[in-house]
């Protein structure tokens, strides 16, 4: 591992830290509840209660530092592989179940400022770079926070997004998990360039790298990130991981992945064996801690897959219905009605 790769797990003890034991707790637990999340949901894919699903497995400990990093008046702006960085934020595990389910609503709207996942790939970036610019203008000090993957930063978008973030001291923190692919093409195929972090030095930003299956090293770099956002100064993070699983619940790595990549262990190692592994070490939980944590996620996906399953079914006209909400909207009228007789959809309100 090169040296500029800032890591916790493996090389310092938790008193080396700024973290204490409530913190490390924090990330196993939620570690925990998003690899359970995970695997309740490619379950009930498989059973044809979801058409897709684009599982995160390995990436959870990159997800949940960067969450615990955050403000509670902090923006997001997830993709579809960020599903663990919204729970931990907040987003209710059954909001996220809904949208897969075809419920377009449950995609904003949340209690947490989370914007709508983006899957046009680094369509976002520039959202989330425009957002911070927009909080400067308003003189208020959130800051933006958006995620994408290796493969996303061979987008225009994110050269644009970086850009303008580095002209505009835009306070936006430019989240890469690197998980190695890009659906079947590896990282090397995908830029030549040394690293991703380096990318950031043409736009006059910083750009650091991190052990991203290490939680709270995220977490430490990410809060540093986005300090360092607020007074001015974007930072673009990369978070080295692993995409242990498939692309999407539609694709097969067999096709395409031989064997073990050559990776360092630290980065093909399951993030949450290893956290818990030095979690245990420090001290700071004991033998029955994971399996206290996995009974308590368990009961919370199965009162969000009840939560999900009880939300009537659609009309079949509803596929018209547009999803923005102009404030003061008011609730759409008969369903399914001729085109021309639909009102615009400035005053639909769609109700949950
Ligand atoms: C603009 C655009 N082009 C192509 C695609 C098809 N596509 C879906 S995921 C993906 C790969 C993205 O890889 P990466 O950015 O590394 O994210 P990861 O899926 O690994 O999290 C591509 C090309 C898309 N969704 N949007
Ligand atoms: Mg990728």
Redesign the pocket.
């Known amino acids: 591992m090169s040296d500029d790769v800032t890591r916790i797990v493996g090389e310092r003890d938790l008193d080396d830290t700024r973290f204490d034991a409530d913190d490390a707790r924090a990330a196993l637990r939620d570690i925990v509840r998003t690899r359970r999340f995970d695997e309740r949901a490619l379950a009930l894919q498989r059973r044809g209660w979801m058409s897709g699903y ?1 599982p995160y497995e390995g990436q959870e400990a990159a997800q949940v530092g960067a969450a615990h990093a955050m403000r509670d008046d902090d923006h997001l702006f997830p ?1 579809y ?1 960020s599903n663990a960085l919204q729970i931990a934020r907040g987003v209710p595990m059954s909001d996220i179940l809904l949208f897969r389910r075809g419920f377009a609503e449950y995609h904003s709207d949340h209690d947490v400022p989370v914007f709508p996942q983006a ?5 976002q970036i520039p959202h989330a770079a425009g957002a911070g610019m927009a909080a400067n203008y308003a003189d208020e000090d959130w800051a933006a926070l958006v995620c ?5 930063t061979s ?1 225009g978008d994110f050269h644009e997004g970086l850009n303008f973030a580095g002209v505009f001291d835009a306070p936006t923190v430019f989240f890469c ?1 690197n ?1 190695g ?3 079947s093409l590896p990282r090397e195929r ?1 830029t030549a360039s040394d690293s991703i972090a380096i990318k950031a030095d043409a736009y006059g930003i910083d750009g650091v790298q991190v052990d991203g299956n290490d939680p709270l090293a995220v977490r430490a770099v990410v809060a540093d990130a986005l300090a360092s956002a607020r007074d001015g100064e974007p930072v673009l993070v990369e978070a080295l991981t692993y ?1 242990r699983g498939a ?1 999407t619940t539609a694709d097969d790595p067999s096709q395409y992945r031989d064997g073990e990549p050559d990776l360092p262990e630290w980065r093909l190692r399951d993030p949450l064996d290893r956290f818990a592994e030095w979690c245990e070490a420090q001290g700071v939980v004991d033998g029955d801690f994971l399996e206290a944590a996995t009974e308590d996620a368990n009961e919370e996906l199965a009162d969000a897959v009840e939560t999900a399953e009880d939300a009537p079914p659609r009309a079949r006209g509803d596929v018209r219905l547009p999803v923005r909400v102009a404030p003061g909207g008011r609730p759409a009228p008969a369903r399914g009605g001729p085109a021309g007789r639909r009102r615009a959809p400035e005053t639909y309100e769609l109700e949950r």
């Open positions: 684009p993709t592989r899957v046009p790939i680094a369509s994408f993957g290796d493969g996303a987008e998990e998980n692919w890009a659906i995908q995409r692309h």
